[in-house]
């Protein structure tokens, strides 16, 4: 077990709709980074939150948004969902801002089905 | 463009042989590299990292090489059992930035 929750473990919903993915990280973990993972893409970097900040920012589209919230759990947002968003969204946490000694811890993940 | 290339989707070898995965990289400049172990439904598990001034690091029956000058990185388990059947990820972080690029994975089976 990583300490990383992710919720729900599934999700199924239509195309047009809205869904939100929560997160919480390990405890004291400050670092929220969110993957998305599909079967020909890999795993993607999406977005990083530091302390409630955004820190980086991958390939995600604006239809997605996510924050970080002062008790550090972490949010994603996916809204005008079409099928291609079908995919494994992962969150992983770090202790601090990411550098040389960091590793991530990842969540089990949340499996998206957009029909 | 930046790309992170892992050898094969797929490796199988026997059990007991020495499993060798490859990961490639062009356009990166890492600070240091990292390698993952993922199994089916469930996220990655941080195994070892090395950075760019290191060219080897191992732990128990992991070796991890990294040569900035061919930009690749090798990933060695020897005396490998089926236990050790999964898809392996390697990911680096470019020099001054701080999120993990991963690569896409190469997935090994250790037949008994």
């Known amino acids: 077990d990583s300490g990383v929750t992710q919720t729900p473990k599934h999700l199924i919903t239509a195309t047009g709709q809205r869904v939100t993915l929560r997160c919480s990280p390990r405890s004291g973990d400050l670092s929220v980074y969110w993957y998305q993972q599909s079967l020909d893409q890999g795993l993607q970097f999406l977005i990083q939150?530091?302390?409630?900040?955004?820190?980086a920012k991958g390939n995600i589209l604006e239809r997605f948004s996510a924050q970080q919230f002062p008790d550090l759990h972490s949010e994603l947002n996916l809204s005008s969902l079409e099928l291609g968003d079908s995919a494994l969204y992962f969150c992983a946490s770090s202790v601090q801002v990411g550098g040389p000694n960091e590793k991530l811890f990842f969540g089990s993940g949340t499996q998206l089905s957009v029909l | 463009s930046q790309k992170i290339e892992q050898n094969s989707e797929a490796l199988n070898i026997q059990e007991g042989k020495t499993a060798t995965l490859t990961c490639n990289y062009t356009n990166y400049s890492p600070a240091y590299l990292q390698w993952y172990r993922q199994d089916p439904g469930r996220g990655p598990v941080f195994l070892l990292l090395?950075?760019?001034?290191?060219k080897e690091k191992r732990k128990e029956r992991l070796k991890v090489t990294f040569d900035t000058t061919l930009k690749q990185s090798l990933f060695h388990i020897t005396a490998s059992q089926p236990a050790d059947s999964a898809t392996y990820l390697c990911a680096l972080a470019q020099t001054g930035a701080n999120n993990l690029f991963f690569g896409t994975g190469t997935r090994l089976t250790v037949i008994p």
């Open positions: 939150y530091y302390n409630g900040e955004e820190r």
């Open positions: 090395i950075r760019e001034n290191e």
